[in-house]
C-alpha cells in the first residue's frame, strides 16, 4: 500500500487499523450469526497518533504530505477550548471535522453534596442543596420547532428540485444540530461551574434502563426530542464535572415519577404535570417526584430537610394549593 504514495503514512496506518477493526467485529457478529449484512465503510475517518502531530505554542500541526505539506490549526483562536489541560491524546480527522482530545490529569473531590438532575422535553428539573431548580429549555425547544418547520417546506420542494433540497436539508439539519448543541454546551458550561465551587457531584438517570427499542420505534417527536435532550445534556455534564474531578452517578430512573418520595406508594396522575399518592394523598409535580427519588435512590437516604417540608406542609394542608413547591426558573 506504500508504494507510489505520496502522503504520510499515518493515513495508511488507520485505514489498516479501522478495516482490521471492522472485520473482527464483523467475524464476531458472524460467529454468533448475528451478522445480517456485510460490513460496510460508512465514515471516511483517520485516527492520527500522538506521534504524528505536534503541538506547539497552542498550534497543532499534523503532517499531509512529508515535509510539504500540513494541516495546521491555531487552537488559541477557539477560545472555548479549554486551556488547562496537560496533554493533547490521538486526533480523529473526519471529513468534515477534527476531533481532539484533550487529556488532564485529575485528583478526585470527595463531594460534599450531590444534586439529581431530570431532563424533559421544555426544562431540566434538578435538586441542588435540598431547593428545587428548573432550568427552562423552551429556546432550546423553539430551536426544533423552527427547523421542523423548514424541513417539512422543504420536502415538498423535493419533488421538482431533488438536489437543491438535499443540500438545503443538510445545511439546515446542521445549523440545528449546531444550535442545539451550543444552547446545551453554555448551560452545562454553567452548571458545572457552580458545581465546582460547590464541590458538588451530580446524580443522572441511567438512560439505558429506559426501553430504548420502543423509543426508537416511537414516531412521537416530542418523546425523541427530549430523549435526546437529555442524552446530550448527560454527555456533556459528566465529561465537565469529571474535568473538574467531581464524580458522577448514574440511578435506574424507573417509576422514579410514579413513586411517592414519602411513602413509597404508588402515584397516579392528578392532573397535567401533577402526581398524586394513592396512600398518602401526597400532591406533587411529577419531575419533582423525579428528582427526590433520583437522589434518594442515589444515595440511599431521604434528603431530610426537604422531606420535612413536604411533611409541614401536608399536615397544614398546603400542598394541594402549593403543590409546585417554591422553584426557581432559570432561563439559560
Ligand atoms: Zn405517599
Not at 483517520?46 to 503541538?55: A, W
Request: hydrophobic share 35%; glycine share 4%.
Amino acid at each position: 500500500m506504500l508504494e507510489n504514495w505520496e502522503y504520510s503514512k499515518h493515513c495508511i496506518d488507520s485505514t489498516i487499523n479501522s478495516v482490521i477493526g471492522l472485520a473482527k467485529g464483523w467475524i464476531r457478529l458472524y460467529n454468533r450469526e448475528k451478522s445480517k449484512s456485510k460490513s460496510k465503510v460508512t465514515r471516511k475517518t483517520i485516527y492520527i497518533k500522538n506521534t504524528l502531530f505536534s503541538y506547539k505554542n497552542g498550534v497543532l500541526k499534523i503532517s499531509i504530505e512529508p515535509r510539504r505539506r500540513y494541516l495546521e490549526v491555531d487552537l488559541t483562536r477557539h477560545d472555548y477550548l479549554s486551556k488547562d489541560f496537560n496533554s493533547i491524546g490521538g486526533l480523529l480527522l473526519t471529513e468534515g471535522e477534527l476531533i481532539i482530545t484533550f487529556k488532564k490529569n485529575v485528583k478526585n473531590i470527595e463531594p460534599r453534596g450531590w444534586a439529581s438532575f431530570d431532563v424533559n422535553l421544555t426544562n431540566i428539573t434538578a435538586l441542588i442543596n435540598g431547593k428545587i431548580v428548573r432550568y427552562d429549555l423552551k429556546r432550546l425547544y423553539h430551536i426544533h420547532r423552527v427547523y421542523e418547520e423548514k424541513r417539512r417546506r422543504i420536502q415538498k420542494l423535493s419533488n421538482h428540485k431533488p438536489k437543491k433540497a438535499k443540500r438545503l436539508m443538510e445545511k439546515y439539519s446542521r445549523r440545528e444540530k449546531n444550535r442545539a448543541k451550543d444552547f446545551m454546551h453554555k448551560l452545562t458550561t454553567k452548571i458545572a461551574e457552580k458545581f465546582g465551587e460547590m464541590e458538588s457531584g451530580a446524580i443522572l438517570e441511567n438512560l439505558k434502563n429506559i426501553k430504548s427499542r420502543v423509543l426508537r420505534k416511537s414516531k412521537n417527536l416530542n418523546r425523541k426530542l427530549s430523549k435526546r435532550n437529555a442524552r446530550q445534556f448527560q454527555f456533556m455534564l459528566e465529561y465537565k464535572l469529571k474535568w473538574l474531578g467531581l464524580p458522577v452517578k448514574y440511578v435506574n430512573p424507573t417509576k422514579s415519577s410514579k413513586t411517592c418520595p414519602l411513602c413509597s406508594g404508588s402515584m397516579a396522575t392528578y392532573e397535567s404535570r401533577l402526581m398524586k399518592c394513592k396512600k398518602c394523598g401526597l400532591v406533587l409535580d411529577r419531575d419533582v417526584v423525579a428528582v427526590l427519588n433520583l437522589q434518594m435512590w442515589g444515595l440511599g437516604v431521604t434528603p431530610k430537610a426537604l422531606i420535612a417540608r413536604l411533611r409541614a406542609m401536608m399536615e397544614k394542608r398546603l400542598i394541594d394549593q402549593n403543590s409546585h413547591l417554591s422553584i426557581k426558573v432559570y432561563q439559560p
